[in-house]
């Protein structure tokens, strides 16, 4: 079972067009890989990623928008590493706000943007979210609605398949200009090229200009939804532990099948209540959570937080565990994420970080 995932995982990488990807990957129909749900759940890494295409024989050059789509995902991720307190505004203020939940309109798919509807009705059902699209709706949200960055960018998590709060935090942060003082912001020209869509005379059918002045907000977005989000989790198991063997300690963001896969242990998936009070995720994430650890062999499903797990486990110098800003309370023996650039730390922009890495990277 093992290798039954990386296989299919590696078969869908080596298939990808990543040449095409940056003439198309802001097309609806665009060359995406969406291989995003994996790399969230720590199935595969993005070094893996990089790795089977250099390995095919493909020039680093020729792949570089995608190659450089791999690394704003680490940057995220080092970022977060960095600036731990990420719910809140991270290098400036989000500015103006005049709304702290989230738009009505846009919960109920009803914005009358038939690309941006439609694509909210696929989501509920699919947990799939184009990245193009992710910017429309957080451009709608904070620029236009201007709503704050923060309960919009839960209720997008809550669904998504691939949820990281690293990158889909500070992805909202980026659009909302509390990364950098800039904005993010589309028109209605935009969303009909990459969307295919003919939509006229709708609230985002302005100049840019227009848009950027903040002046009105339109009335369609002013109703806001104060939303209630609940997981539900899988029911409690006290854990089986066999104290002659190390414990290996997965979660929601670790589901690697190969880590430690060639020593026996107690391995257990670990859902803490707590995280998902303050992270709450849908009942469609949490199963594909539980299937992807389906593929991790003899792996037990444990619902407590992780000190009541550790008072459970006498033998504590045996937990194993991945580094992750939400793991950062765990105790035991950390094994440090794969990173494409492991030396560099994300202070400052991306392109300073991308362009400080590919001077160490050796291109093939």
């Known amino acids: 079972m093992v290798s039954d995932i990386i296989n299919k995982l590696k078969s869908r990488i080596l298939n990808h067009d990543v040449i095409k990807y940056a003439s198309s990957r802001n097309f609806k129909n665009g060359s995406v890989s969406k291989l995003s749900p994996y790399i969230s759940r720590g199935v595969i890494s993005t070094k893996f990623v990089l790795e089977t295409l250099i390995n095919k024989g493909i020039e680093i050059k020729k792949m570089e928008k995608f190659f450089q789509e791999l690394n704003w995902r680490d940057y995220w991720q080092k970022k977060w590493q960095m600036s731990p307190e990420i719910d809140k505004d991270l290098n400036y203020k989000q500015h103006?706000?005049?709304?702290?939940?989230?738009?009505?309109?846009?919960?109920?798919?009803?914005?009358?943007?038939?690309?941006?509807?439609?694509?909210?009705?696929?989501?509920?059902?699919?947990?799939?979210?184009?990245?193009?699209?992710?910017?429309?709706?957080?451009?709608?949200?904070?620029?236009?609605?201007?709503?704050?960055?923060?309960?919009?960018?839960?209720?997008m998590y809550y669904h998504l398949l691939d949820g990281d709060w690293g990158s889909n935090a500070l992805s909202w942060q980026w659009v909302a200009g509390t990364t950098r003082q800039k904005k993010y912001i589309a028109n209605q020209e935009n969303?009909?090229?990459?969307?295919?869509?003919?939509?006229?005379?709708?609230?985002?059918?302005?100049?840019?200009?227009?848009?950027?002045?903040?002046?009105?907000?339109?009335?369609?977005?002013?109703?806001?939804?104060?939303?209630?989000?609940?997981?539900?989790l899988p029911e409690q198991n006290k854990p089986i532990i066999?104290?002659?063997?190390?414990?290996?300690?997965?979660?929601?963001?670790?589901?690697?099948?190969?880590?430690?896969?060639?020593?026996?242990?107690?391995?257990?998936?670990?859902?803490?209540?707590?995280?998902?009070?303050?992270?709450?995720?849908?009942?469609?994430?949490?199963?594909?959570?539980?299937t992807l650890s389906s593929q991790i062999e003899d792996i037990q499903i444990v619902v407590m937080e992780f000190k009541e797990l550790y008072d459970n486990i006498k033998n504590c110098k045996s937990i194993h565990y991945k580094e992750h800003?939400?793991?950062?309370?765990?105790?035991?023996?950390?094994?440090?994420?794969?990173?494409?650039?492991?030396?560099?730390?994300?202070d400052g922009s991306f392109f300073r970080y991308w362009n400080k890495g590919i001077k160490l990277f050796n291109y093939r």
């Not at 009909?192 to 950027?212: P, V, W």
């Not at 107690?266 to 995280?275: A, D, G, Q, T, V």
């Not at 800003?325 to 994300?346: C, M, N, Q, V």
């Open 96 to 155: 103006p706000v005049a709304h702290l939940h989230f738009p009505q309109n846009v919960f109920d798919a009803n914005t009358k943007i038939t690309a941006v509807d439609n694509a909210i009705k696929e989501f509920y059902n699919s947990g799939y979210l184009h990245n193009h699209m992710r910017m429309y709706i957080a451009a709608i949200c904070c620029n236009i609605g201007q709503y704050h960055w923060l309960n919009p960018a839960k209720w």
């Open 191 to 232: 969303i009909n090229k990459y969307f295919f869509t003919e939509d006229k005379n709708t609230f985002m059918d302005k100049s840019y200009e227009k848009l950027y002045s903040f002046s009105t907000i339109p009335s369609s977005l002013t109703s806001q939804k104060k939303m209630e989000l609940n997981t539900i």
């Open 242 to 290: 066999d104290d002659s063997k190390p414990t290996f300690i997965y979660n929601s963001y670790n589901l690697d099948p190969l880590w430690y896969s060639n020593e026996t242990g107690n391995r257990i998936l670990l859902f803490e209540p707590s995280h998902f009070k303050s992270y709450p995720v849908s009942e469609k994430v949490i199963d594909f959570i539980t």
């Open 325 to 346: 800003p939400f793991a950062s309370h765990y105790k035991g023996i950390k094994t440090e994420r794969d990173w494409i650039f492991p030396d560099l730390e994300a």
